[in-house]
């Protein structure tokens, strides 16, 4: 069965600092990954797109890494902003032109 | 100049009733989507069109019915609302040629059901 699965759940770290995120997949065959970042009352926005080929992508303070072997996924985030706080969630797609695999999402608080 | 968009953004209705969510994009794509996001915030695909024809239709009750006038119109009608189709909306697109399957999401539609 295909699911994408994602760690924490939330997590509440203080303005500056770092933290990763973690996704774990089991979606086959794989196409791409993608990291999106939901504000609160808004649609979701992404932050990162990678394929099979491709191990990391950064997007500004954004880091996502991809080790397609282990099925593993995930997205660092340097010196954390309140502006960061947001559920980030975890997308596979299967196969180009498929529907999209969501995971959960991690729910960041940044406080200062 | 949103590129994916929504209406209404708030809707409150009684049990019962019968609502339509609109969404429309301008970004030239084919394929458009509707999503159903729960208060645990699981975005879950409910529907999908291609050039105006379904290609999607995961397990949700026939009281919800997509209607595509058009490429860049998917609309969303719902019948007979429940307390638990309380949830936010969520519209998408994306060009079928494009890279990545790339998806765009408009801001949603939180529906309140009493």
């Known amino acids: 069965k295909n699911q994408v699965e994602q760690s924490p759940q939330s997590l509440i770290i203080l303005e500056g600092k770092n933290c990763t995120l973690q996704c774990n997949y089991t979606v086959s065959p794989f196409s791409n990954l993608r990291w999106y970042k939901q504000d609160t009352g808004r649609g979701p926005v992404s932050l990162t797109i990678?394929?099979?080929?491709?191990n990391t992508k950064s997007n500004g303070r954004y880091t996502a890494t991809l080790d397609a072997d282990t099925k593993q996924s995930s997205l660092h985030i340097t010196a954390s902003q309140l502006s960061d706080s947001a559920s980030y969630i975890c997308?596979?797609?299967?196969?180009?032109?498929?529907?999209?695999?969501f995971g959960k999402g991690t729910t960041l608080s940044v406080s200062s | 100049d949103t590129a994916v968009s929504q209406t209404p953004k708030y809707l409150v209705t009684q049990m019962g009733n019968d609502k339509s969510i609109k969404c429309e994009q301008n970004l030239g794509h084919d394929t458009m989507y509707w999503y159903k996001q729960d208060s645990k915030k699981f975005l879950k695909i409910m529907f999908s069109?291609?050039?105006?024809?379904?290609?999607i239709n995961e397990t949700v009750p026939n009281r919800f019915s997509p209607k595509s006038p058009d490429k860049a119109h998917l609309n969303l009608h719902i019948n007979s609302l429940e307390l638990g189709d309380s949830a936010v909306y969520f519209c998408?697109?994306?060009?079928?040629?494009?890279?990545?399957?790339?998806?765009?999401f408009g801001p949603g539609t939180r529906l309140t059901v009493l």
């Open positions: 990678m394929t099979f080929s491709e």
């Open positions: 069109y291609n050039n105006k024809e379904l290609i």
């Open positions: 997308v596979v797609s299967a196969q180009a032109g498929t529907a999209l695999i």
């Open positions: 998408a697109s994306r060009l079928t040629s494009g890279h990545y399957n790339e998806q765009f």
